[in-house]
């Protein structure tokens, strides 16, 4: 069974530009979640989605927003790219909401200059 | 609020040697802790988790961690270290349906 995709692997962006990630999870699983990877600030959660909802939310201002489809691809999107957004950029899925096992996607990095 | 405090950010041992990774959690009530691995521009892997089953949990690849409520902690431990488990670890809560990180450890083994 093929693990979870993330699309692109890498990125490079500008001050001010928005930018649109994409997370496929493991076939079957209906959950899917993002992290931010920083150097300063480690991992942190962004939020959940499941049967095309957003279940929970971490503390990230609106500029960083995301969607879920029918088939349970996840796609976040950041707006007015900052330099801070600067990161690796995690997605996750699992079975079902509220199951503690989550796999990992191996990441988007994304640069802003 | 929930927090997860990784007690050494470097941890450095030769191979063959023990290991012992560091962690505590602070929650309102017992969480799910989970261990996961990173290595070099990879994803995370579940190490091992701990749902309020048995309080020692064994993991893949040899590694175990114990939970104990009355010290909130939940360190991780292998008997020998091999060359391949230098990486970085990271101990999770997962409370609420949120999971919040430590800040991680990183594993150097020497030969």
């Known amino acids: 069974k093929a693990g979870v995709t993330q699309t692109p692997r890498y990125l490079i962006k500008t001050r001010g530009q928005q930018v649109t990630l994409s997370c496929s999870p493991i076939s079957g699983h209906r959950s899917v979640s993002w992290y931010q990877q920083t150097p300063g600030q480690g991992l942190q959660f962004l939020f959940e989605y499941f049967s095309e909802t957003q279940r929970n939310k971490g503390n990230f201002p609106g500029r960083f927003s995301g969607r879920q489809f029918s088939n349970s691809r996840s796609e976040m999107n950041v707006s007015t790219l900052e330099l801070g957004d600067s990161a690796l950029y995690l997605c996750?899925?699992?079975?079902?909401?509220?199951?503690?096992?989550?796999?990992f996607g191996p990441g988007t990095r994304l640069l802003v200059l | 609020a929930q927090s997860v405090t990784q007690l050494d950010s470097h941890v450095s041992v030769s191979e063959g040697t023990p290991v012992l990774l560091r962690c505590n959690y602070s929650?309102?009530?017992?969480?799910?802790l989970f261990w996961y691995v990173q290595h070099p521009n990879k994803g995370l892997q579940l190490l091992l988790k701990?749902?309020?089953?048995?309080?020692l949990v064994k993991g893949i690849n040899g590694f175990e961690a114990e939970f104990k409520k009355s010290e909130t902690s939940f360190h991780l431990t292998k008997p020998s270290a091999h060359m391949s488990d230098a990486a970085e670890y990271f101990c999770v809560s997962r409370s609420y349906g949120k999971l919040t990180f430590g800040q991680g450890t990183i594993l150097t083994v020497h030969p």
């Open positions: 929650s309102s009530y017992s969480p799910s």
């Open positions: 996750a899925s699992s079975p079902r909401l509220g199951l503690e096992t989550q796999y």
């Open positions: 701990y749902t309020s089953a048995a309080t």
